[in-house]
């Protein structure tokens, strides 16, 4: 043979041993769950292993003499000596699940070759509506599925196994002083009341313009990545100019609006540069592309935890992404519909909570109490359906300034600055609803100069 010949990735002796291990043990295939017949390379074994999982699935027993009579046509010219052949060669014990995963991996490596060819493929001969951006897209989407895939599904799982992962969890949140089993926020009566942001979560803050949403959600990012966590954050709005420079302002102090005139002093800017050396380092990254769709937030998020992991991933804000169809052109609800369905399925596969901030309609100014209320997510599509967590920011200081009577009127403005004090500097986090745990409000305390939130002192 020519040396410079390659054979494809395969291992018939393994197919041939797992599947006599079947044929003389029906319940080896109970341990190889994860296998399909697409995993094994020989149409022939894939046929016989095809032909062991319908009969042992139907209660029957499955080996050479019951067999033969099910698979029509020759298989290595005689069927019945090649299943008793089999079953001479056949693996046992410990030994089938091992061949089972060899078998699994060799059909992974020959799913990553088909891929890189038909990619080339691709390249050399394009349809005319794929762009290059669109042929990324699907590689990235497909190699994760790969990548998953290659996990060895254990389908169901026992009580008993949920249990024991219940208690563990329960005890690392013990360890960390029975407080969180999720990922902290930095906001301590936020925490207590969410247990931190859970994985797989799709977590969504709303409000309406001016309340702080992108403020708070920013906070929220760079202490989950202050504590080591890497965090994925689509700024659809913003620059990562625009998010580091508000990130700086809260952590020294000074005003962004400041730093951007270069309206500071020698002192401040060494503040500046030795806060930015302390916070440099934190996995933040961020996506600053506009107009995303939401096959390209899930690709990008996929390609993000295979290079430096995630733990959380951050949308400012939810409508300013697209859906990844075009059927919905023209309908905004169900292409919102299609979003949050989408990015709840991307949590679940990644396994990491999403925060989404969510723009409010106009219908809440019209109410004498503006607090929101889930009700306003109504004509949003199906973000009330698919959110585990809803959360409202409401200030009420924001509709107290817009209510600054004349100063010439002694008598309402000294009224009106009672009720300005009453709420300067306060913030509430409504949680809306929770999946699992109580509703309430969350009382904070928000620096407008730097766009802040904290803890408010009691």
């Not at 190699?143 to 026992?158: Q, S």
């Not at 952590?251 to 503040?271: C, H, L, P, V, Y």
């Amino acid at each position: 043979m020519d040396a410079n010949v390659r054979t494809i990735p395969q291992n018939i002796e393994a197919e041939q041993a797992l599947l006599g291990a079947v044929l003389i043990e029906n319940n080896v295939l109970d341990r190889i769950s994860f296998l399909s017949p697409q995993h094994f390379h020989s149409e022939a074994h894939q046929r016989i292993f095809s032909a062991c999982r319908d009969l042992i699935t139907a209660g029957r027993v499955a080996d050479p003499t019951t067999l033969e009579s099910r698979l029509p046509g020759d298989i290595e010219n005689n069927t019945g000596e090649y299943l008793r052949t089999l079953t001479r060669e056949a693996a046992t014990g410990v030994g089938a699940v091992e061949y089972g995963r060899l078998v699994y991996e060799l059909s992974v490596r020959r799913n990553l070759i088909a891929l890189g060819e038909e990619l080339i493929e691709q390249c050399y001969d394009p349809e005319i509506t794929l762009a290059p951006s669109q042929q990324i897209e699907q590689a990235e989407q497909r190699l994760y599925r790969i990548a998953e895939t290659g996990k060895y599904d254990r389908g169901f799982v026992a009580f008993e196994e949920a249990i024991a992962e219940s208690i563990d969890v329960t005890a690392r949140a013990y360890e960390r002083d029975g407080q969180l089993s999720g990922l902290p926020t930095g906001l301590i009566d936020l925490d207590r009341k969410l247990g931190g942001l859970q994985a797989t979560d799709l977590i969504i803050l709303a409000g309406r313009p001016g309340m702080g949403k992108t403020a708070l959600g920013t906070g929220i990012a760079v202490d989950v990545a202050r504590d080591g966590k890497s965090v994925g954050f689509f700024s659809l709005e913003m620059s990562a100019e625009q998010l580091a420079t508000r990130v700086l302002a809260e952590r020294t102090g000074i005003a962004s609006s400041k730093m951007r005139r270069g309206d500071i002093e020698e002192a401040d800017f060494n503040r500046i540069r030795d806060a930015a050396e302390l916070i440099q380092p934190i996995p933040l990254y961020i996506d600053q592309a506009g107009g995303l769709t939401l096959a390209q937030v899930s690709a990008r998020a996929r390609r993000l935890k295979r290079q430096h992991g995630l733990d959380l991933i951050v949308i400012d804000y939810l409508q300013l992404m697209h859906g990844a169809s075009k059927r919905f052109q023209g309908n905004r609800v169900q292409e919102l519909t299609e979003i949050t369905t989408g990015l709840k399925a991307l949590a679940k596969e990644l396994n990491v909570p999403i925060l989404a901030l969510s723009q409010l309609s106009r219908q809440v100014e019209a109410r004498d109490d503006k607090r929101p209320q889930l009700s306003d997510l109504r004509e949003s599509g199906s973000i009330e359906q698919d959110a585990d967590v809803v959360l409202f920011l409401y200030r009420e200081e924001y509709y107290v300034d817009m209510r600054k009577p004349n100063e010439s009127d002694r008598e309402k403005f000294n009224k009106w600055l009672a009720e300005k004090d009453r709420v300067e500097n306060k913030a509430e986090l409504i949680i809306g609803k929770q999946r699992h745990g109580p509703v309430g409000t969350v009382e904070l305390q928000f620096n407008a100069a730097l766009t802040r939130f904290n803890n408010l002192a009691r």
